[in-house]
């Protein structure tokens, strides 16, 4: 068995140590690591921002602390509903199934997933179609609700250009400032869990939500990949991307190493990444509670400066609080960023 890098920082400087620790990956107890941060993030901290000190004219210092309750990409809040309300007795499911055409001469192909409640799983072939088969399912208080679902909740399908929309559209999409009613006051609950085949080459875009995992396999093309409170998981891929969660893994395995800048983000779980032999990156790390190995001899890169931005008055100080580590001769940058659970960069042997 090669060696396992051991990557920790020192809370003088921020330097990077290595050590190499044989056998680590198979007896975890036996892993020992320093945080990466010198400081404990504030509860309130957003995982994809830097952060800010802003001086005024009489060089008092504030700190300046983004919003809370977004999903990894700030897009949406996240929703803590209670999913499986006793008062949701009456279910009902139905299965959905269609094929479309995504052939070579459209030029550049995209999948685009955008849904709420469910588990999206895509898995790449030979064909030049599409097929698409979705489980959904609706738990509601009463029969009139399961009709009111029904009613409510779309499977809204497009496809222009090469590219192929699966929307899912209802009540739970209002984000008007002004919108007063509840997202958990509509008595039901629609679930729609999707399985995707489509051709290796595709670009993907694909986001789910609540209560589903984000499975993705045998793809070339790029990649983006959201969840919030599920697990990520890509595997024999050779593209290029960005898969981010609040609350699961993430576990990621290249076939071919990726040739543009790339990130990984979880605040509540690991993140495993594997990468094959030649791999050749510039890597970004930042953790909190956990620690980082890597299976590759790592070199460390210099910290950051601070950068002084002028806004009037103010004067904000930007703080990179990412350690630096270089594979081979380095090449794209690729970020791993978590809060509660250890980073590895794994080699591929598969």
Known sequence: MSNIYVISALASGMALLLWPAQGARNNPEKQVSRPLQQEKPSIHDDVDE?????VDAD???DVEEPEIERDADGDEPVMDIDHEDASFREHAQEKIEKSFAMPASAGRRTLKIDNVWGSIEVVGTTSEQARVTVDKNIRAESK?????AQKDVTLDITQQAGTLKLYVNGPFRCNCHDCERSRDDDGYVVKMDFQVQVPQDVDIEIKTVNEGHVSVRDINGSFVVRNVNGDIQIRNIAGSGTARTVNGPVKVSFRQNPKEASDFETVNGAIELQFAHDLSADFRFKTFNGGIYSDFPVTALPVQEMKEEHHG??????ADRYTGARINAGGPQIKVENLNGDIRILENHE
């Open 144 to 148: 009139e609700k399961i009709a009111q």
């Open 59 to 61: 060089h008092e210092m």
């Open 50 to 54: 830097d952060a800010e000190i802003e």
């Open 313 to 318: 008055t103010k004067v904000v100080f930007r």
